[in-house]
């Protein structure tokens, strides 16, 4: 999970998925999934990418967790994502798609806070030769 350190953030249930790496959830905010880039919906595995999100998150209750930055420019809120109970427990949103090789690590230097934990998830990825 996220470090214990990353102030938690809102907690709401996601109401839509737009594509690989952004979340709509039932308060009205708009969330992009930090530190973590997916393709576009119409890239090569753009759709596979958002059917993973939509099955991870869509329906389910997440918990936000800032690490730096809390709003990109398109006012878009910029957290490490968990999928808050379920029979897995906790699932880390940003790890289970590096992990299914259908993102890939993308930090900044103002929101790298789980820069080191995301990148051993795109090495198992890799490893594993699946996706992007």
């Known amino acids: 999970m996220p470090g214990p350190a990353l102030p938690k ?3 709401a249930r996601v109401t839509q998925v737009v594509d690989g790496d952004t979340l709509v959830l039932a308060n009205g905010l708009t969330v992009r999934l930090a530190e973590l880039d997916a393709p576009r919906r119409e890239d090569p595995l753009g759709p596979q990418a958002q059917a993973a999100l939509s099955s991870l998150a869509l329906g389910k209750t997440v918990s936000l967790r800032y690490g730096g930055l ?3 420019s398109r006012g878009r809120a910029l957290a490490q994502v968990v999928v ?3 029979p897995a427990g906790q699932t880390w949103l940003q790890r289970e798609l590096l992990a299914r090789g259908l993102a890939r690590v993308h930090t900044w230097p103002d929101n790298r806070a789980e820069g080191p934990a995301l990148f ?3 090495r198992r990825g890799y490893s594993g030769m699946l996706g992007v």
């Open 120 to 122: 051993a998830a795109q």
């Open 84 to 86: 808050e109970g379920g």
């Open 9 to 11: 953030g809102e907690t």
């Open 70 to 72: 809390r709003r990109d």
